[in-house]
């Protein structure tokens, strides 16, 4: 779908050049290059635990790993910030994430962005992927990410009846057409655009990271295909896809891939709170992170060397 808005609408601008490099460059030119760990933790809705149990979460993931990566949903719109914060001072590692649907719940897509923007690009250890291309993490592994958004082109948006919390709690996606009617016409045009957004912005970074790099892990929070939209151990269904699916982020993928057969790209997603894997192509393999409220867990430990 032509897209008549400009890139950045949602608030975040241009992707800044922020990289934190996993390996200190000294050390992978050596002959014994460090070995790396990395956690990737998704959905962790870490405002569903109290002080204690967050901290107990956090300090634990801090004792496991060199880096940390989170695919979204860390709060919502009035707690995201701190909770960041908090992580970075528990963890005091590179924290790389992106942010889920629930962390502009009761606010703004576009505010939240920036502010979180304006948090990592002021702090030490925290990457927002959304608002930078390419973070280097060895000589042969790159990551790229962006919150990504249901994009409303699988399953069959028109008659799903499927309603989330979304479309009442985020300023931007309140489309309606009265008090008990959603304008779904307007609202999915709305999803397309952000789907869009979250393409282009991987779609550039996914590009120049396969230059330099045999090996690309991609954090989004939604997840790029209808295969890897696992809900209870199945797919999701047609009512539920416009919801949990990104169609345009995943022909990025296929396109990009297609074209790159010497490298390969691992996807790192969540929203759906249904765990599974699917390989789309050879060198295309998307692990959806399996999650449940008030019980944050690590999803995949990756060594990167
Ligand atoms: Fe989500």
Same mark, same amino acid.
């Given at each position: ?199 282009? &912005? *991987? ?5 120049? %990271? #396969?230059? =330099?790099?045999? $090996?690309?892990?991609?954090?989004? /929070? ?17 009512? &539920? *896809? ?5 169609? %345009? #982020?995943? =022909?990025?993928? $296929?396109?990009?891939?297609?074209? /790159? ?45």
């Amino acid at each position: 779908m032509q897209c008549d808005k400009p890139q950045g609408v949602w608030g975040t601008g241009p992707p800044v050049q922020k990289t934190l490099p996993l390996v200190d460059p000294q050390l992978a030119n050596s002959s014994r290059p460090k070995l790396n760990v990395a956690l990737n933790q998704n959905n962790i809705h870490l405002n569903f635990l109290d002080d204690a149990e967050r901290h107990q979460f956090l300090e634990t993931v801090a004792e496991r790993a060199d880096a940390v990566s989170i695919t979204g949903d860390i709060g919502d719109a009035t707690n995201v910030i701190g909770f960041l914060k908090e992580i970075e001072d528990i963890l005091r590692k590179p924290v790389y994430f992106v942010l889920g649907n629930h962390d502009f719940y009761r606010g703004s897509i576009g505010k939240v962005r920036d502010e979180v923007a304006q948090l990592a690009r002021q702090s030490e250890f925290l990457v927002y992927m959304t608002a930078t291309s390419v973070v280097p993490l060895s000589p042969t592994t790159a990551l790229v990410g962006h919150d990504g958004w249901a994009d409303a082109r699988l399953g069959d948006f028109e008659k799903s009846q499927v309603f989330l919390n979304d479309y009442v709690t985020i300023e931007e996606l309140r489309k309606w057409k009265d008090e008990f009617a959603l304008d779904k016409p307007a609202l999915a045009e709305l999803l397309n655009v952000l789907g869009d957004e979250a393409a282009r &912005h *991987l779609e550039r970074a996914l590009r120049q %990271a #396969v230059t =330099d790099h045999s $090996t690309v892990i991609a954090l989004t /929070h939604v997840p790029p295909f209808k295969e890897a939209a696992w809900h209870e151990g199945k797919h999701s269904d047609d009512d &539920h *896809l416009p919801h949990f699916a990104c169609k %345009a #982020v995943g =022909d990025v993928f $296929t396109t990009v891939m297609q074209e /790159h057969p010497q490298s390969r790209l691992t996807v790192l997603c969540g929203h759906t709170h249904g765990g599974g894997e699917v390989q789309v192509l050879p060198n295309l393999r998307v692990l959806t992170g399996e999650a449940e409220y008030g019980q944050p867990m690590t999803q995949h430990v990756f060594e990167i060397d």
